[in-house]
């Protein structure tokens, strides 16, 4: 894992060295050929602990650790017409140890717990008309870990209002997904693997699972110091929409599956309003409605301040309110029936509601951080999650900013 | 099973109100946008929010309208 990360950091670092060789005043320079803008380096740990597991039919541990780091680069270049073409590289590496996993296949328990990475490198395009106020753009997405693969791709346009204190933006996007039904060990036929190398030279069959979405968005600036943004999303999945090791407990004792419809529509509507303060302050906020053909309705809140303490440090405490009632197919542990159609006994998908809290601070010297010039930004965050079906967990990131 | 209604009593108050704001915008020139330009100001989750986003689209029910992810691309619902 250590090394996984130092490389991650090594790689990015070579990156920046590379492309980030000259300075210039951005504000008035506008170069003809590809530059470096800006790279983040985003990394994060996140652990969880419960008592629901779905792989074992919402009983047992939900312990659950993850690494990720993901960099990302942007490149700029002026073209004819006085058109800014922005190119987007980001990789991504997410490692986990996840100790419900052990339990699709007990046999090859591996202590401390199951392990996997996922691979993510995305690459996105932009060009910005300023005369017209328009912005055409595309991207390609790649997903890989042991049991699931993803490729993703989006078209983006937007316009922006004859006063430019308006936009109106849409997004398509297509996301083409494959997973190894892995089921647990009890529900497969044949030689049951007995280690993990023979669980993952294994040849499962495969389903797909395709999720289409448009994203609208339209932001408004009110005055000098306020600016919203309305967003309404429209998804539609179809294919294998549950995961294959997710048991089922029914009345009887009998084991199986979840089962859930192979089509969902999702409709969340979001809005969001940022408002300036006097001098030093700058209250954040955010509303979702969401609701699903499965029944799901859902509100979410979250409101964040940032108080600049200075002009190059900020703080930002942050409370997360969310709340769902359940899928019409969700029931725990032995209380489905076998005589039901659709059944889970996951409950990401029960009825709770969760308080998500935290603070993090933002350095941005002039000098840059710890006095190297080139990293413009640092901004590190914690934040407590807990759900009232007792599922709990923590976070730190921290995003470093090279320019 | 209580049923789930498809839109809260509170939305059209919430739409009267989205609309009041939006009437009462006036028009702001460049150079009195110093504070909607500062980097805090963004209509966009942080950078640093990145992996928050992702492990509650993994523990919720709900995702998107949040730019970011809104189904597939992961394991996840």
């Known amino acids: ?403 | 099973m209580k049923k789930a209604r498809c839109f809260p009593s509170a939305l059209p108050a919430f739409l009267a109100l989205v609309i009041f704001v939006l009437s009462s915008c006036t028009t702001v020139k460049e150079y009195q946008k110093n504070k909607l330009n500062d980097n805090e100001m963004a209509l966009a989750a942080r950078k640093v929010e990145k992996t928050e986003m992702s492990f509650q689209t993994y523990r919720e029910g709900a995702s998107g309208a949040n730019g970011g992810k809104t189904g597939g691309g992961c394991g996840c619902n």
């Open chain 1, 1 to 403: 894992m250590k090394k996984i990360c130092l490389s991650v950091v090594g790689l990015f670092l070579s990156f920046v060295a590379l492309f980030g060789q000259t300075e210039k005043d951005t504000s008035t320079y506008k170069p003809r050929k590809l530059t470096f803008e800006e790279a983040n380096l985003v990394s994060s740990y996140y652990r969880q602990d419960g008592n629901n597991s779905a792989v074992t039919g919402g009983i047992g541990t939900e312990n659950l650790t993850d690494y990720s780091n993901t960099v990302d680069l942007k490149f700029v270049k002026w073209g004819r017409k006085d058109i800014k073409h922005s190119f987007h590289l980001e990789v991504g590496m997410d490692h986990y140890t996840s100790a419900s996993s052990d339990k699709i296949n007990p046999y090859t328990i591996s202590s401390p717990s199951h392990a996997d990475t996922r691979i993510y490198p995305s690459l996105s395009w932009m060009a910005e008309n300023n005369a017209k106020g328009t912005t055409v753009g595309a991207g390609l997405s790649f997903s890989n870990e042991f049991d699931y693969r993803s490729i993703g791709a989006n078209v983006l346009f937007a316009q922006k209002t004859a006063n430019r204190n308006g936009e109106f933006s849409a997004r398509l996007q297509a996301y083409l997904d494959n997973l190894k039904l892995i089921y647990p060990i009890e529900l497969r036929s044949g030689v049951i693997p007995t280690t993990r190398e023979e669980e993952r030279g294994d040849d499962y069959a495969t389903a797909s699972r395709n999720s289409f979405s448009g994203s609208f968005s339209y932001s408004q600036i009110i005055n000098p110091s306020l600016q919203l943004a309305l967003i309404a999303d429209v998804v539609y999945q179809q294919g294998y929409l549950g995961l294959p090791f997710h048991r089922i407990y029914f009345t009887d004792g009998n084991v199986a599956i979840e089962n859930l419809p192979d089509t969902r529509l999702k409709i969340p509507l979001g809005f969001r309003a940022n408002y300036f303060v006097g001098d030093k302050l700058i209250l954040r906020s955010f509303y979702r409605f969401y609701h699903d053909d499965w029944g799901l309705t859902a509100h979410t809140a979250q409101f964040e301040t940032s108080m600049k303490l200075s002009p190059f440090f900020s703080l930002t405490p942050f409370y997360r309110y969310y709340k769902q009632n359940s899928v019409n197919y969700f029931a725990p542990y032995k209380v489905h029936s076998p005589s039901e159609t659709y059944y889970t006994s996951n409950y990401d998908l029960s009825a709770f509601n969760s308080h998500f809290y935290g603070a993090g601070f933002r350095l941005t010297p002039a000098t840059g951080v710890f006095h190297v010039q080139r990293i413009s930004a640092l901004e590190l965050r914690y934040g407590h999650y807990n759900r009232t079906t007792g599922l709990n967990s923590d976070i730190v990131s921290l995003n470093l900013q090279f320019k």
